[in-house]
């Protein structure tokens, strides 16, 4: 039936409320008693965001951290999560995952429902964080002229995966990857536009460069890997590594560890530029929610 | 494998956060800025939750509607939602029910998250309401002495839903449940305890009298009916009415339409009576989410 974008096309003109307001497809941001939380929601289902034979501990991290990281492309501290929990084999290591988890992250648990169901197992977190820095930012503000940069290498839960299937090798970065938290933080007073990279950074940077209305220039070159050089196209456009892609004005340089891989240009508005040619569309840049 | 109840007792073990605490199972008071937040999430799945057959839209309504019931508990008016959503058939439906039931109760779509997957559909949705009301009401609250009330009547839900197996007669109280969101908002500041009916009267109340450690004793032919004198005792075992049930002190008469349906005992802590007969599990008095 429908993709995910005619969906989200078709929400966004649903209710507003005046003190809420969306941030980039999956965020928003409450104004309340004079401060702004920052709230989000992800899902993961069993064969599409893990395999089912996984260790349900390592499901539990991975399903607090990819919201975390949300928080943390906006700058935001978290507060708390309500989970969405389907019943099922290893709940007690799923309580084990969560807890650490959320313990990392300083987060607790609000609440949530569960469910007895048959079929593939499907979780769902909203995390609530608190907005350190206003205003709060988004993918939405990267502007001509500013560098385009990333933290950390990405390939990792790439080759993690593999090695997970393999049954050899590490496999933890795909298992257990880490949100970006302190980073997000210390970086959201100085970007023009921020977000985690959850499906890719090709595919993210052309989100970006729609949200901003600009066109993203990056250096294909110049992203730093976590697998074999012989794989760089592939670990451009495969997600799980929530790494932090942002822009930041020219001649500004982070206030954390990241590498430069692009620049934001005026125009085409919306388009992404890989190694200086033009790509107008996001398919075959990564991972799609259809 | 494990039940719901081990589940949630373990969850309780896991970190916590000095502006938030929990309310009952399934909610939430989050204090920033002076204000209080209410949160609750309530998940939907095809088979358990509604018939695979149904319009999208009815039940995009009751995923609203379900939640919303939640915060009309704690006396919270809703602020907005997120959405978790597995695409399929009906995804345009689905956005119309939505859109409806979130402007009927004010509420805005703040976020969420689509996963393309295969199974049986599952929708979750986080509310978040503020509280008009401090101390927020709960489920914890009944003392000994205080008279037990119910607003409206049961068994509606479950000839609702007759109807549309049988694809005739009206099925629109199990399709779009109301929540009693205005009821919720006046009671609160006199209730000493408030839930909704999602389970079923006896099971909510048994839930009420363990978490108040009191005793509640229900007079079964109180409880008003929206079905025939005959189904009396399956329609205060079924869930999907959304009423409000609410503890006031003795004497007090409440706001609005309710109907008193029996009272608050010292004792024993925890227990059900029934007509006068104590009850002492939760078993088979309605549904359970195992």
Redesign the interface.
Known sequence: ????L???A??R?????P??R??D????V?E????A?V?????M?E???FLGQQDPADVAWKLVATNISDLAAKGAEP??A????????G??RF?AG??EA??HY???????????????R?F?L?A?G?ATCRPVPSRGGARAGDGLWLTGAVGAAMVGLEALRRGSGDSLAYRRPRARLAEGIALAPHVTAMMDVSDGVLIDAWRMARASGACLAVDSAAVPLACPESRRAEALRWGDDYELLFALPAGATPPVPATRVGEVLAGPAGCLRIDGELVESGENLGFE??
């Open positions: 039936m429908s993709s995910e005619s969906f989200i078709a929400l003109g649903l209710a507003a409320h003190a809420a969306h941030l497809d999956d965020c928003a409450l309340i008693g004079g401060e939380l709230l989000t929601h992800d899902a289902v064969g599409v965001h507060i708390g309500l989970l969405g929990y389907q019943l099922g084999d709940d007690a309580v969560l807890g959320l313990a300083g987060a607790a648990l609000l609440g949530g429902d569960t469910v007895g169901a048959p079929g593939p499907h769902g909203t609530i608190r929610h259809r």
